[in-house]
T-cell receptor
Framework: SQQGEEDPQALSIQEGENATMNCSYK?????LQWYRQNSGRGLVHLIL?????REKHSGRLRVTLDTSKKSSSLLITASRAADTASYFC????????????FGKGTKLSVKP | DGGITQSPKYLFRKEGQNVTLSCEQN?????MYWYRQDPGQGLRLIYY???????QKGDIAEGYSVSREKKESFPLTVTSAQKNPTAFYLC??????????????FGEGSRLTVL
């Protein structure tokens, strides 16, 4: 069952621009997480935001969470070519007992 | 270095054969997971385990089997009953923290191709 859905599916920007990706989900959650995946590689955890938090920062990353709208956004500021990757949101639904549900991801391309 | 090791990285299988993918972690994590990823898709959970000698089916467990005889090891067998096994398989682990699922640590994946 797919809980998180990212938008857009693909995003192409120039270096230095900001990139915003959105995630919508369906049920109540304990937390929401964002991951990054370079082509053909494993996923790397970026940031976790709990249901009682509204915003979180980590370096050039800013994540917001709106539980009333069941949505989250990931902002990457001052993007670099090395940020080119796919980005996934994953939700830890209440009562899921360890089953993180991943969306289909946003493919970000940052052109030098 | 601490982390998760998956092997092999690439695997080719003939139809009708079972194959086993290895996943080993030295992070001392209690929970381990197997996900399947198809092109342009998100990850779908196959099996997960929160304690040795216990595991639960995920969303797409049919045609797969696992074991958890040791805390650090969680091998996945793709059986001949799996109708469409060609995919990228990812193993992950995490700390157990109350009722929440925290950060997952992923291996580099195993790409299985059925010929």
């Amino acid at each position: 069952s797919q809980q998180g859905e990212e938008d857009p599916q693909a995003l192409s920007i120039q270096e230095g621009e900001n990139a915003t990706m959105n995630c919508s989900y369906k049920t109540s959650i304990n937390n929401l997480q964002w991951y990054r995946q370079n082509s053909g590689r494993g996923l790397v955890h970026l940031i976790l935001i709990r249901s009682n938090e509204r915003e979180k920062h980590s370096g050039r990353l800013r994540v917001t969470l709106d539980t009333s709208k069941k949505s989250s956004s990931l902002l990457i500021t001052a993007s670099r070519a090395a940020d080119t990757a796919s980005y996934f949101c994953a939700t830890d639904a209440m009562g899921s007992q360890g089953n993180l549900i991943f969306g289909k991801g946003t493919k970000l391309s940052v052109k030098p | 270095d601490g982390g998760i090791t998956q092997s092999p990285k690439y695997l080719f299988r003939k139809e009708g054969q079972n194959v086993t993918l290895s996943c080993e972690q030295n992070l001392n994590h209690d929970a381990m997971y197997w996900y399947r990823q198809d092109p342009g898709q998100g990850l779908r959970l196959i099996y997960y385990s929160q304690i040795v000698n216990d595991f639960q089916k995920g969303d797409i467990a049919e045609g797969y089997s696992v074991s958890r005889e040791k805390k650090e090891s969680f091998p996945l067998t793709v059986t001949s009953a799996q109708k469409n096994p060609t995919a990228f398989y990812l193993c992950a682990s995490s700390i157990l923290s109350g009722g929440d699922t925290g950060e997952l640590f992923f291996g580099e994946g195993s790409r299985l191709t059925v010929l």
